[in-house]
């Protein structure tokens, strides 16, 4: 007998489990972030930032982004759109239950300005 | 000379095939697509059976854990605002234009326009408005209307594809495709357009299929081999289905420069209200009949120059009676007597997706010339008296070939459709 796919028809959703959320990332960001929360260190997140951004690259890239330069354009260079910038935050939102407002993103452009802008909204979240 | 449509290309995700030889072997050899399916995971739900799509999977929300068949490449960029039955159009859409032999270069001009039909993703909608509660509408999936709203498969299959040309989708429950496939001849006939792609399509699931049963419209009958049964005296409702259909249509002079083959010319098309009920047809089949008649008179043919008619009966106790009504007053009273069959004893009742997927097996039946058999009948309604519902398919090349669909509050669309002259 053939299962049926639906899981969402509860009302409201539950919040989804965070290792749920990551467990189609590489075991490094899995583990990077295991460590987060451990030990609260922000700096331990990149292979979970550059994970999360290679999972909604709308392309996928031709080499990993912890190669490409942290100035690179994310947007221009990289082939991301606004659709995928919003997955992202939306992504991030629900995995460190923040809230980004869309004010703080115009000034995102680059891989490090992304990186340094969810290193700072994570760091200075009110339950970190 | 009159511009008129052809069918160029077909493109098949259903229940009995995925593919148009798998789908031609199951109409010729009356190869039906159900299986016991678990609704909800719960065993005190009546209904047992669907039309499952096989191949596909879909075990979470998230597309990295859909399956689906080898040989169809697709971007995260497609994906990620697919639905599934969003996922099913593109793979169709795939198969038609590769039969078509059209390449996605030529559909950019804009002379390229796309009609599509679905009721959109009750289960992607379900989820959407339900993170939306959980967050007290702080935040949601950015996905999460373009993947689930009825539309979602033009706005996706427009942007993956490029389109420039007129792009519209269709909403009228059970006819929507085929209305989508009535404009979208009159685009290629008005000369508004030189080629249109036509997609219907459903998720098959749960949210999509179950909430018919509370108009007790579905089948409790638990085996697959007789749940639908359009025409028979014991039918008791309509088996669900889902998947996706795509037809390329194409201004026959078109098709012909670039040496395409041609299936079949849609030579008229007719739609008329019952003007009745938001739910049950007409019990004389009234809005049906009109609109069989305006489809004929489209096509500037008689009720005794048709040769097969792909009824819309669905399996349900007052649908197949009203159209067995319908059928006897445009045919029998005036002594045609076309074969008549329902295929969705064989597929299982594809709600918006049913008028393409219809009228794509009856251009299959016309180029192949055979007719299908009216499947799983044993006992005749008597309201059937008169009407000719062959067995076994048939060894017949239809000339001429009627498609029926009808649609809640009365919305009733046929096609006519010509053997190549």
Redesign the interface.
Known sequence: ???????????????ANPEDRIR?LPETAQAAFRKFRALGDVTALDPLIFAILE??????PTQPLADVPGSTLLMDTLGFDS??I??I??FT??LFEI?IANEELIRVRTLDDLRGFIQRKVRDRPSA | MALLPVITGLGFITSIGNDRATVLRSLRELRHGFAPFDFLGNPQVPIKVAGTIKDFAFPSLNSRDWRWPVGYAIERETLRSLAPHGLYALCALEQALADAGLARADLTAGSTGLFCASAGSPLLLTNHINQMHATRGMRGDPMGIVSSIAGTLNFNLAAHYKIAGAVCGFVSACASSSHALGYAMDEIRLGRQSRMLVVGAEDMNAESILPFASLRALSTNPDPATASRPFDGRRDGFVGTGGAVALIIEDAALARRRGARIYAELIGWGQAGDGHSVAISHPEGAGLREGMRRALADGHVNPADIDYVNAHATSTTAGDRSEAIALQATFTAGGATPRVSSTKALTGHGLSLAGAMEAAFSALAIAEKFIPGAAHLEEPDPICAGLDLPRTSLDEAPRLVLNNSSGFGGSNVCHVLRSVS
Do not use: D, G, I
């Open positions: 007998m053939e299962p049926s796919p639906s899981l969402s028809s509860a009302n409201p959703a539950p919040p189609h999972n909604y690259a709308p392309r996928k659709l995928a919003t997955e935050v939306f939102e629900e809230t």
